[in-house]
Structures are given as structure tokens and as C-alpha cells.
T-cell receptor, first 116, second 114 residues
Framework: AQSVAQPEDQVNVAEGNPLTVKCTYS??????LFWYVQYPNRGLQFLLK??????LVKGSYGFEAEFNKSQTSFHLKKPSALVSDSALYFC??????????????FGKGTKLSVIP | DGGITQSPKYLFRKEGQNVTLSCEQN?????MYWYRQDPGQGLRLIYY???????QKGDIAEGYSVSREKKESFPLTVTSAQKNPTAFYLC?????????????FGPGTRLTVL
């Protein structure tokens, strides 16, 4: 089975500093990886995905993620954090369910707090 | 305004009652999903459906049931057999072609059992 792990339950960063939210994956075959953000009592919003191609993927709201095959990682990054980036972040991997269909398997989430 | 709607936003249930959560999408997506979210546990898949009149169990289907009579609708029933139903429930949809693959989520329903 495919899986992702988010080793940090919480990340604190000062406003204006760079931020990193970590994700490692375990898959058989080529990984299809995703990052989502969730604000309190809201649904998840898609940020970015890696399917193939460049290892640096750019997404919404100034976020980017670096795919590293040798380290099996897909860390989310942003050069300068904003207070409004404070939210819960989920990494996910696409997992086949059979007969050409797929589901997403999510990590447990990392709470990002940006301190003014 | 395209998207996924879930209703109600908040739902209270007495023990022993069945309740149905609504999920509707106007994105013309074939696939729809139901997840349960508990603090510190991420999202866990309850049921999913790839086409109308067909659905499969996810990782935690016990105590839940679904139907998919229309492409745009995928209601979830939380039955009295679900031992710990208090949670945040999220519905999602997706197309799985043309290199898209990501899922789009509704705003969620918070269910509380009294």
C-alpha cells in the first residue's frame, strides 16, 4: 500500500521567514503526490501536485514543493511566511484501488502557525 | 458558481438515530468520495464511487452506507451501528484523466452525537 508520513504535528515560524512542512512517501512505482491546506472548519483546498517532470513544483498562494526521489520526500515550502498561512496542511499520495480507479491516502496533517 | 456543496454544516444526532449527510457537485465529475476527519488522525476514506450506481467501501465503512443514484449526488448515511460517529465529514469529487487526479472538497459537515 502507498503511504505518506508527516513527521511534525506542528511547525512554528516567524512571519517573513521561510517555511518548510515535511512529507515523506512510500510507494511502489511512480508517486503521484499532492499538498492540501485546510483552514478551521473548512474543506481542504488543493495547493499543488507532482505527477512527473520538474522536481520543483509551484502551486497556489506562493507555495512550492520539492520532490526528492532519493530521499522519498515531498516537502512543502514558501520563501516568506504570512500570518494568513496559518492552517493545517496535508500531504497525500494517489493509490490505485483496482480496475483503473484511484483514491488519495492522506498524512495525518501538520499544523502551521506563523507568528507575527 | 461551480463546486461541491454539503449540508447541513452542523448536525446533531441522538444516539440510536440514523442521519443522512448531503453532498452535491456540479463539476460533472465521475468520482465522489466521503472522508471522516478526527483530530490528529488526518482523513480516512469511508466510501467512494467511480460511476453512478456503483460504490466501494473504503478503510472505515462499518456503520455507514451510501447511494449513488445520480452523478451529481452522493449522500452518506451514518447509522446507529457506527459506535463513535462524532466527527467532521468531508465529501470530495474528482476526474481521473487528463493528468488532473486531484480531488476537490466540499466545506464539510460537523456531526455531533448527543
Amino acid at each position: 500500500a502507498q503511504s505518506v508520513a508527516q513527521p511534525e504535528d506542528q511547525v512554528n515560524v516567524a512571519e517573513g521567514n521561510p517555511l518548510t512542512v515535511k512529507c515523506t512517501y512510500s510507494v511502489s512505482g511512480n508517486p503521484y503526490l499532492f499538498w492540501y491546506v485546510q483552514y478551521p472548519n473548512r474543506g481542504l483546498q488543493f495547493l499543488l501536485k507532482y505527477i512527473t517532470g520538474d522536481n520543483l513544483v509551484k502551486g497556489s498562494y506562493g507555495f512550492e514543493a520539492e520532490f526528492n526521489k532519493s530521499q522519498t520526500s515531498f516537502h512543502l515550502k514558501k520563501p516568506s511566511a504570512l500570518v494568513s498561512d496559518s492552517a493545517l496542511y496535508f500531504c497525500a499520495v494517489r493509490e490505485p484501488t483496482g480496475a483503473g480507479s484511484y483514491q488519495l491516502t492522506f498524512g495525518k496533517g501538520t499544523k502551521l502557525s506563523v507568528i507575527p | 458558481d461551480g463546486g461541491i456543496t454539503q449540508s447541513p454544516k452542523y448536525l446533531f444526532r441522538k444516539e440510536g438515530q440514523n442521519v443522512t449527510l448531503s453532498c452535491e457537485q456540479n463539476l460533472n465529475h465521475d468520482a465522489m468520495y466521503w472522508y471522516r476527519q478526527d483530530p490528529g488522525q488526518g482523513l480516512r476514506l469511508i466510501y467512494y464511487s467511480q460511476i453512478v450506481n456503483d460504490f466501494q467501501k473504503g478503510d472505515i465503512a462499518e456503520g455507514y452506507s451510501v447511494s449513488r443514484e445520480k452523478k451529481e449526488s452522493f449522500p452518506l448515511t451514518v447509522t446507529s451501528a457506527q459506535k463513535n460517529p462524532t466527527a467532521f465529514y468531508l465529501c470530495a469529487s474528482s476526474i481521473q484523466e487528463f493528468g488532473v487526479y486531484e480531488q476537490f472538497f466540499g466545506p464539510g459537515t460537523r456531526l455531533t452525537v448527543l
